[in-house]
């Protein structure tokens, strides 16, 4: 969505324009058109829009400022909302699309292995990715796929299961759990037939007894040679957009950074980028939250694409048992959020820009709390928003 609003003004006689998606009916419901809105009017007019099903891509102030990135000419044909009633429009106007943002998902592979028939692959490593003095244990497993018939293949974002071996208390063999793959389409040895993963084995408390997770131990503990049941790969949730000038936001904690790996690497490694056809431009930031320093994850990688592509690339690290936020508690990514969300809030309203959350479930109202201040402050209602940039595809989220 474009969301250009200019400067700050609570007290507002400027007028705006909304461009909308797939509002109306008949043959309206293809054209993108344009309402024009006072600002008193604003908000109840992106209600009723995405009340009636419309999806907002863009909206604009007509003094002709911009958020940074956004498209600053508004359209020439725009279309009047009586006040407080559903904008009726006449004609569609000739307005410039925003970017395309998704990648083809019809092209993306879906479960070309399923859990009857699962694919075995082969342990080649396992290694830990966390120093001395981290909490548990978390580990980068590699699984070779050569020989499949047909091949197993999959994109950045996708998820595969995997089926540990054994049987549960009943009796039955063990029901698949699903990863987020760490690794690009070309895997870490480039060789375009292996899969990573980033794996936290789950420790829980119950009835006064340690429980260790099924699955995560299985992998943790599992040996190079050893044969895997995998099925997959699942998920368009979490794809990148194909436009190699797009900004990338992500938000993870610990082992969400998983697909945030898969994506860094597919920008800023080397080897990747020769062989990707694929030349990122765009500005990437990373928000990752551990608990602890040791818990980072991949730090030096990240560490490295900072060093050599500065002005693509942004790391921002929430250490919660380290460092305290503003009140004095544990520092999570959403306090890193709003320490910048008006920066943020500015890159949302670029259309180019896609947002990606893994992680922890808890983490997103902090987030939407975070993202509501800095809409707010823009005269921008954040609840009205982020379902209008989630039906835009660009607001992806996968949390558990
Ligand atoms: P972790 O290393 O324990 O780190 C999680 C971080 O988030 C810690 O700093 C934690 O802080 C913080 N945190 C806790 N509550 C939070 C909240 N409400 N809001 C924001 N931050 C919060 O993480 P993990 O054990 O790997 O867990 C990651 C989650 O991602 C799991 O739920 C996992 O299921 C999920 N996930 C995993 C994959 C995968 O493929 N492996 C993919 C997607 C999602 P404190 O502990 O200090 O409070």
Redesign the pocket.
């Known amino acids: 969505m474009r969301v250009s609003t200019g400067r700050a003004n609570q007290s507002d006689s400027r007028m705006f324009h909304v461009v909308v998606e797939g509002f109306g009916i008949g043959q309206q419901r293809q054209a993108e058109r344009v309402f024009t809105v006072p600002f008193s009017q604003l908000q109840s007019t992106i209600q009723t829009i995405a009340r009636q099903g419309g999806v907002i891509t863009g909206v604009f102030a007509i003094d002709g400022s911009s958020g940074n990135g956004a498209d600053p000419t508004p359209a020439p044909a725009a279309e009047t909302a009586a006040a407080g009633e559903a904008p009726t429009p006449a004609t569609a106007p000739a307005v410039t699309k925003a970017p395309a943002h998704a990648t083809p998902h019809a092209a993306v592979p879906v479960n070309t292995y399923k859990p009857k028939t699962p694919f075995l692959g082969t342990v080649t490593e396992n290694y830990s990715l966390v120093g001395e003095g981290a ?2 244990r ?1 580990n980068h497993i590699t699984f070779d796929l050569a020989g499949g018939e047909p091949q197993l293949e999959y994109v950045e974002g996708q ?1 595969i299961g995997i089926i540990p071996e054994g049987t549960d208390a009943n009796g039955k063999p063990h029901k698949l759990r ?5 690794s690009t389409r070309h895997g870490d040895n480039m060789a375009a037939h292996t899969v990573s ?4 084995q ?1 420790e829980y408390e119950q009835d006064g007894e340690t429980i260790k997770g099924v699955c ?1 131990s299985y992998l943790c503990d599992i040996e190079p040679g050893a044969k895997v049941k995998i099925t997959g790969p699942v998920g368009k949730e979490m794809l990148l957009p194909e436009d190699e000038e797009a900004n990338v936001i992500m938000l ?8 945030m790996r898969a994506y860094l690497r597919r920008m800023f490694e080397p080897a990747e980028r020769d062989k990707n056809g694929w030349q990122f431009r765009g500005k990437a930031w990373l928000f990752m ?4 320093t040791p ?1 980072l ?1 991949y730090d030096a990688d990240f560490e490295h694409y900072l060093k050599e592509y500065p002005d693509h690339f942004r790391y921002t690290k ?4 380290e460092q305290q936020n503003a009140k004095g508690g ?5 306090d890193r959020v709003l320490e910048h969300a008006d920066e943020i809030f500015t890159l949302i309203e670029d259309p180019k820009t896609h947002a990606y959350m ?10 939407d709390e975070a993202m509501t201040a800095a809409a707010a402050a823009k005269g921008l209602d954040w609840s009205e928003l982020r379902p209008a940039l989630k039906k835009a595809g660009r607001w992806h989220v ?3």
Do not use: D, F, H, W
Not at 197 to 200: D, E, H, I, N, P
Not at 358 to 367: F, N, Q, T, V, Y
């Open positions: 909490i548990g978390v998820s699903l990863y987020s793959i760490a993963l980033c794996v936290r789950l995560s993870a904690t610990g082992t969400g950074i998983a697909p939250g551990v608990p602890k818990n994850l929430a250490i919660s048992r544990r520092m999570y990514i959403q893994c992680g922890l479930k808890g983490m997103e109202p902090g987030i996968e949390t558990y």
